[in-house]
């Protein structure tokens, strides 16, 4: 499978704490992005971040990358009851022969944040 | 200030009834995707389309078709619906092949009875 993997499948935590989720995938990548789904609803991105990048950041969510170990991690600092969701890694790998942009999905995470 | 449109939210059909998805952006982004997610699984995807050119999935079924008359509006046709067609049907749009960032719609849930 060329999707992505994210772990844990399920997490739940107190509002204030910090969020940690994991990624791995299989193959080459051209970049990783984080989205984020509320229940029933679509997709809303988040982050990218490139294959020659280690880390970055957005307000209060920081994404590591790590290529050599094809892991990608992003934390969610002091969380709150809105942050509960389902997050999902997205990798955009090398298809040989095709120029065309695609992402594969990971199952997600199903964060949820009690107050 | 909604920027991928999809209609129906919510849509219910008959076993073998054709139904058709509705998507539409205001982007006016190239490449427009649709994907089929179960419940707690990952978004699949099922075709797209880079201007008018069309790129069907590997293992999309002949039951799924799809038609972009325009820049803006693309569809998803599901020829003879089963059971286990039911799902939520995400569109989605990327500015080109530079493999950027994509922008959904809210989904259409599909109910088969």
């Known amino acids: 499978s060329q999707q992505g993997e994210e772990d844990p499948q399920a997490l739940s935590i107190q509002e204030g704490e910090n969020a940690t989720m994991n990624c791995s995938y299989k193959?080459?990548?051209?970049?990783l992005q984080w989205y984020r789904q509320n229940s029933g609803r679509g997709l809303v991105h988040l982050i990218l971040i490139r294959s020659n990048e280690r880390e970055k950041h957005s307000g209060r969510l920081r994404v590591t990358l790590d290529t050599s170990k094809k892991s990608s991690s992003l934390l969610i600092t002091a969380s709150r009851a809105a942050d509960t969701a389902s997050y999902f890694c997205?990798?955009?790998?090398?298809?040989?022969?095709?120029?065309?942009?695609?992402?594969?999905f990971g199952r997600g995470t199903q964060l949820t944040v009690w107050p | 200030d909604a920027m991928v449109i999809q209609n129906p939210r919510y849509q219910v059909t008959q076993f073998g009834k054709p139904v058709t998805l509705s998507c539409s952006q205001t982007?006016?982004?190239?490449?427009m995707y649709w994907y089929q997610q179960k419940s707690s699984q990952a978004p699949k995807l099922l075709f797209h389309?880079?201007?008018?050119?069309?790129?069907n999935e590997a293992d999309t079924p002949d039951n799924f078709q799809s038609r972009r008359p325009n820049t803006s509006f693309c569809f998803l046709d599901i020829r003879s619906p089963g059971l286990g067609d039911a799902a939520m049907y995400l569109c989605a749009t990327s500015r080109d092949r530079a493999r950027e960032t994509q922008y959904f719609g809210p989904g259409t849930r599909l109910l088969v009875l």
């Open positions: 997205a990798t955009d790998q090398f298809d040989r022969g095709s120029t065309l942009g695609r992402l594969y």
């Open positions: 389309y880079y201007d008018k050119d069309f790129n």
């Open positions: 193959t080459s990548i051209n970049n």
């Open positions: 982007l006016n982004h190239n490449v």
